[in-house]
DNA sequence: GATAGGCTGCTTTTT
DNA sequence: GCAGCCTATC
């Protein structure tokens, strides 16, 4: 029909048009397993379009849900791109966004205030320990972190403290503390990310007047990456989605099991067969790549092919070959950086973008050595991960402020900024306050007039400002708002007395902007829900309150010098939706990657070859894999063996950069544990010294003496260039004595000719 | 109440 | 190696 089918392949075609209703007049769903690579958000975006133009769906009667912000505008953007309708009104967006939404709109039945304010995970973890203060638990024996956990998983699997096991005593008191961490959440009008899921879910299972209006109304749910959902999400669909009703909307799925990486906080792959039991979806796979060359798109099938738990899917490509993978074996971390900083030297010497390169690795302990690297060579580079914009200290505090202004009970901003810039309040008056909070069943705000004394005065002293700065603001736009509120609070008085808070007034101010752009984007937010008669209405919400949840649903961006062209470094979960002309996939290692963690985990190492999947997948001309003999992790040096995943990779696709060394693969080859015979055991010598904290160094930690690599007993040589700590980089002049006695004299540069004895001193070989 | 120094722990992370 | 947390000290 239109020109939106246009540049479709077969499958997608297929996909995208699949009828929404089947024969017999009922609605049909479908699941698109779609590979890297393959069109997945184009088939996505098209299929909406496809829907509204045949007139098969209205805008409104569309939902469409994603796990990103990232991921729900693109989707947005495609769609105006597509065809000219009103994205404002459609209902696209993350599943927290959708759900916070809901509970915005149906905030009573919800039983929420209007004004209810979203923890992120930093203001959740304070209000536990507050909790667990507030009730005088052992924050020892029940650790906040653990208890956090417990609370975000019972709640991802749709169960409140009342439905669990009470298991033993230990169990019991953390149900306990669930329940009491509910409590505190109710009276202060604040959820937290896992609650807007679980409350909304809840607010449509209960209501059944509610449920049905919207079960009516949105006819078609689209879901991004349906590999990624928790069981919470997954029984929100289902009921949205009116499973199991005389008229259940159609569900179009897409997803890919090779690419769920993130079992580790709740998604459960499993979905997608559960998906397949309840709705008997079409099924359609999408199987033609777009982005990689042959040999990566066949080191990516080879790899995966070794897990067992799969669908099945087989990239294929009509690009060719391409380049080989190229391998690289280097002697320590610091080696890897520098051929790395060799090969992007040359790949931007012929003409790469420096944006075009990317450097994966598994974990970001990883990334400080690599920046070492790119930082001496002069190689513009850009790190993600880390600090976001709404989640810095400065930006937190004065939400604090904000969010007070909108709800005074949230005592997680009150504990926050009470006493920050100072004012006189400690931790006794802070203490007494909560006494009075807990005996008066109130917030801290509301505590206050009840003190007497020194607390007394300060504390309200504290609380006439918050007030005085709500009605001076009443009748400001938002950003004057914000612009009064870093003023009048002290915040920006208080980081330009300190040494180093020109940054964070800097962030002060781009917070003001932040408003202003996001009144400039929202326009501002209009919604049409269920009113109360279960008919359309349009509701508002506050400026002020929608920018407080966007800060918190929408972290910002971790970007510090944005729009360079810069080398681009991240993890490889940070990778996962993006592609590179050029990838280098780092510290191969077993124990790195795989992680050593993860071997005993369920489905651990499963996950950790998906994960190596979406690393080589990201590749588009040009992918090398490195790993090196040597690295400093922990502050230690460990002696790792190349990753399994290497083995598993075909040999007629990889280019080894260094000679294979068999010797040195001291372990079996295939076998799940590869822990090298000497690590266990005492036969090999024992260790003279540790190269640090022995208490704590794991299996494959050894004295670089005790090492069987060379045949001398100490792995060095005359001649080497070596790395001490304390003194760099230097040469090996001599050596004397025998294993573990082996002293070596090194020529350091900067600090002259030293005797070192080898069993102690912490020498790295660097060449 | 601010600051320095010691001790510990330590994948991955979006919302 | 380093951040984050706790304690000791002024």
Redesign the pocket.
Same mark, same amino acid.
Do not use: C, V, W
């Given at each position: 029909m239109t020109n939106i089918l246009n540049n479709l392949n077969p499958e997608q075609l297929e996909a995208v048009t699949l009828p929404p209703v089947n024969e017999a007049g009922n609605s049909q769903s479908a699941m698109i397993l779609a590979g890297a690579g393959s069109g997945k958000t184009k088939v996505l975006t098209t299929r909406i379009a496809w829907l509204i133009q045949t007139g098969q769906a209205s805008p409104v009667g569309v939902l469409a849900v994603t796990?990103? /912000?990232?991921a729900a505008k693109e989707m947005l953007t495609r769609l105006s791109a597509m065809m000219p309708i009103n994205t404002r009104g459609m209902w696209v967006g993350?599943?927290?966004?959708l759900c916070n939404r809901l509970l915005r709109a149906h905030h009573k039945d919800a039983g929420l205030p209007s004004t209810f304010q979203i923890l992120?995970?930093q203001d959740q973890l304070s209000a536990i320990k507050r909790l667990l203060k507030s009730l005088k638990i052992d924050?020892e024996k029940y650790p906040p972190k653990q208890l956090q956990y417990f609370i975000a998983h019972a709640k991802e699997k749709g169960m409140r403290a009342k439905d669990m096991d009470r298991g033993d005593s230990f169990q019991n008191t953390m149900v306990e503390l669930y329940q009491a961490y509910e409590e505190q959440c109710q009276r202060e009008g604040v959820v937290d990310? %896992?609650e807007l899921l679980l409350r909304s879910y809840e607010l449509l299972k209960h209501h059944q007047p509610i449920r049905e209006h919207y079960q009516e109304r949105f006819r078609h749910i689209l879901v991004d990456e349906f590999q990624d959902t928790n069981a919470l999400q997954y029984a929100w669909l289902k009921l949205l989605s009116g499973h199991g009703t005389s008229s259940p909307c159609s569900v179009f799925a897409v997803g890919d099991d090779d690419q769920s990486?993130?079992a580790?906080?709740g998604a459960d792959v499993e979905n997608m067969k559960l998906f397949e039991r309840h709705y008997k979806p079409y099924l359609v796979k999408l199987e033609q790549n777009y982005r990689s060359y042959g040999h990566i798109l066949d080191a990516a099938n080879h790899l995966i092919a070794n897990n067992t738990e799969r669908l099945g899917k087989n990239l294929r490509t009509d690009a060719g070959h391409g380049e080989p993978v190229r391998v690289y074996e280097a002697a320590t971390d610091g080696t890897e950086a520098a051929w790395m900083v060799d090969e992007i030297k040359s790949l931007i010497n012929t003409g790469s973008m420096r944006t075009e390169i990317a450097i994966l690795y598994? @974990? /970001?302990?990883q990334s400080?050595i690599i920046e070492h690297g790119l930082f001496s060579a002069g190689i513009p580079y850009r790190v993600y991960?880390g600090l976001r914009f709404f989640e810095r200290a400065e930006i937190k505090h004065a939400l604090a402020y904000l969010r007070l202004l909108e709800n005074p009970n949230d005592d997680t901003s009150f504990a926050r900024v009470v /006493?920050f810039?100072?004012?006189?309040?400690? %931790?006794k008056s802070i203490e007494t306050l909560q006494d009075s909070a807990k005996l008066n069943n109130c917030s801290f705000y509301a505590a206050a007039p009840y003190l007497e004394g020194k607390a007394g005065t300060s504390i309200s002293a504290f609380v006439r400002l918050i007030d005085h700065m709500r009605d001076a603001t009443r009748h400001n736009t938002l950003p004057e708002t914000v612009d009064y509120v870093i003023q009048n609070s002290g915040l920006i008085q208080h980081y330009l007395t300190e040494r180093e808070g020109q940054d964070r007034v800097e962030n002060l101010q781009e917070l003001v902007n932040a408003a202003t752009a996001f009144i400039a984007e929202e326009g501002f937010a209009q919604d049409t829900v269920a009113g109360t008669d279960q008919t359309e209405v349009i509701t508002e919400m506050s400026p002020l309150a929608g920018f407080l949840a966007h800060a918190s649903?929408? %972290?910002g961006d971790n970007q510090a010098q944005a729009g360079q062209d810069a080398v681009q470094l991240?993890?490889v979960? %940070?990778a996962k939706g993006l592609e590179f002309t050029n990838v280098f996939i780092t510290g191969l290692e077993e124990g790195l990657f795989p992680?050593e /963690? @993860?071997i005993n985990?369920d489905d651990?190492l499963e996950?950790?070859r998906r !994960?190596m999947y979406v690393a080589i997948t990201r590749a588009k001309e040009r992918l090398f894999l490195s790993h090196t003999q040597s690295r !400093?992790l922990?502050?230690?040096v460990r002696y790792n063996l190349p990753s399994r995943f290497l083995d598993e990779l075909p040999a007629e696709s990889l280019k080894h950069l260094t000679p294979k060394n068999k010797d040195a693969r001291w372990g079996s080859s295939t076998t799940t544990t590869r822990m090298p015979s000497w690590s266990e055991g005492s036969d090999w010598g024992g260790p003279a010294a540790t190269i640090s904290r022995s208490s704590?160094s794991s299996a494959i930690t050894v004295p670089i003496s005790s090492l069987p690599q060379k045949d001398n007993g100490h792995g060095f040589r005359v001649g080497q260039s070596v790395f001490h700590?304390k003194f760099g980089e230097g040469r090996i002049l001599a050596i004397e004595g025998q294993a573990d006695q082996a002293k070596a004299n090194v020529n350091f540069n900067r600090h002259g000719p030293k005797w070192l004895q080898l069993a102690i001193a912490k020498l790295t070989a660097i060449d």
């Open positions: 796990f990103t /912000n990232k993350t599943f927290h966004g992120d995970t924050d990310f %896992a990486i993130y580790f906080r598994r @974990s /970001n302990a400080r991960g /006493n810039p100072t004012r006189g309040i400690g %931790a649903l929408e %972290a991240m993890t979960h %940070a992680h /963690n @993860s985990e651990g996950e950790e !994960l !400093l922990h502050g230690q704590r700590t």
